[in-house]
Structures are given as C-alpha cells and as structure tokens.
T-cell receptor, first 117, second 114 residues
Framework: AQTVTQSQPEMSVQEAETVTLSCTYD???????LFWYKQPPSRQMILVIR??????QNATENRFSVNFQKAAKSFSLKISDSQLGDAAMYFC??????????????FGQGTRLTINP | NAGVMQNPRHLVRRRGQEARLRCSPM?????VYWYRQLPEEGLKFMVY????????ESGMPKERFSAEFPKEGPSILRIQQVVRGDSAAYFC????????????FGSGTRLTVV
C-alpha cells in the first residue's frame, strides 16, 4: 500500500520570504499523481498544485512550485513571496493511476504553516 | 455554479444516537467520495460511490457505518450508535468520471459526539 509522509508538523516563515514543505511517499508503481492541498481554518480543502509522475518537468502555479524527485520519491512544495493568506495546513497526497487504486487519495499527516508579518 | 455542498456543517450527537451526513455533488458529477479527518491528521479514504452503487468501501469501518448515493438526492453517510471516537470532520468530494483528474471537496461536516 502507498504511504505519504510529511515530516514537518509545523513550519513558519516571514511574510514575503520563501518556504519549502517536504513530502516523501512510498509506492511500487511507476505512474501516479501527486497533489498538494491547502486547508485554511475554514476547513475547505483547496487544490494548490498537482504533478503527473510521468512528467519530468516540475509543476508551477504562480507562487507555488514543486520539486519532484521521482527516484527519491520526494515531492516538496515551495511557496515564494509568502503572504498572510498562505497560512494553513498543507497536505501532500498521492493517487494511483491504476484502475483499481485511482479513486482514492492517500494523504500525509499535514504541515501547519504560519506566516509571520 | 455551486460546488460540493455538505450539510450540516456541524452536528452534535449523544453517544448511541445516529448521525446522517449529506453530500450533494457538483452539477454533472456522478462520482462521490467520503473521507474522514481525525484531529491533527490527514484525510483518510472511506468509500467511493456512483449513483446507486458502492464501488469501493475498503476504508469503511465494518460496523455502524454505511453510505449510499441514490438515483435522486444527495449521498448520505450514516453512522449508527455513535461513539466518542467517531468525532471527526467528514469530507465529501465529487468528480465527473471514473478516472477523475481531481476531486472537488466540500467544506466538511464536523461531527461531535458527547
């Protein structure tokens, strides 16, 4: 079974600085999807960024980018120019591309990100 | 264009009562997923349903929990004889197809058992 590990329960960063959140995963599959979700205090789960494993190019969405290291099974999220609105829990998630496993997301434990003004 | 609608947002039940959580998927989405989030943890998959069918319930506790997605109306997650350990946030998500590129999540229902 796949597992996702986020080893940083909490992180903090000064406003306008850059922060990197770590995520590692374990799988025997070669094709899969990886996601970062943001959960603010409102509890809404918001998709931040996604990456297909077969794509070597790292995904980027405005101030958010990932460092995808397939061999190392690492998928870190970099947030540039941090803003107060970025404060939230961040979850890394894995989804298989196989027919059987493709329906469920496997989540890490989350990293609580605090932005210091 | 309403997103995934879950209600109630908060639900308080006494031990032994039943809890019913509702989820209306996004318009055009016929696939529904339920997840549970215990305090300070990530979301854990519970069940995947299509209209009138349970496709994967591998994450559902064997007793007291059931889910349905009828032909008409919302998907229902039902917890019978609730216990304190059922206190959690329950999230519903929907997608338009079997290998959905991504889900859209609802805002969750926070169940508190007293």
């Amino acid at each position: 079974a796949q597992t996702v590990t986020q080893s940083q329960p909490e992180m903090s960063v000064q406003e306008a600085e850059t922060v990197t959140l770590s995520c590692t995963y374990d799988t025997s599959e070669s094709d899969y999807y990886l996601f970062w979700y943001k959960q603010p205090p409102s509890r809404q789960m918001i998709l931040v960024i996604r990456q297909e494993a077969y794509k070597q190019q790292n995904a980027t969405e405005n101030r958010f980018s990932v460092n995808f290291q397939k061999a190392a099974k690492s998928f870190s999220l970099k947030i540039s120019d941090s803003q107060l609105g970025d404060a939230a829990m961040y979850f890394c998630a894995y989804r298989s591309s196989s027919f059987q496993g493709a329906q469920k997301l496997v989540f890490g434990q989350g990293t609580r990100l605090t932005i210091n003004p | 264009n309403a997103g995934v609608m879950q209600n109630p947002r908060h639900l308080v039940r006494r031990r032994g009562q039943e809890a019913r959580l509702r989820c209306s998927p996004m318009k055009g989405h016929s696939h529904v997923y339920w997840y549970r989030q215990l305090p300070e943890e990530g979301l854990k998959f519970m069940v995947y349903l299509q209209k009138e069918n349970i496709i994967d319930e591998s994450g559902m506790p064997k007793e007291r929990f059931s889910a349905e997605f009828p032909k008409e109306g919302p998907s229902i997650l039902r917890i019978q004889q609730v216990v304190r350990g059922d206190s959690a946030a329950y999230f519903c998500a929907s997608s338009p197809g079997r290998i959905g590129y991504g889900y859209t999540f609802g805002s969750g229902t926070r169940l508190t058992v007293v």
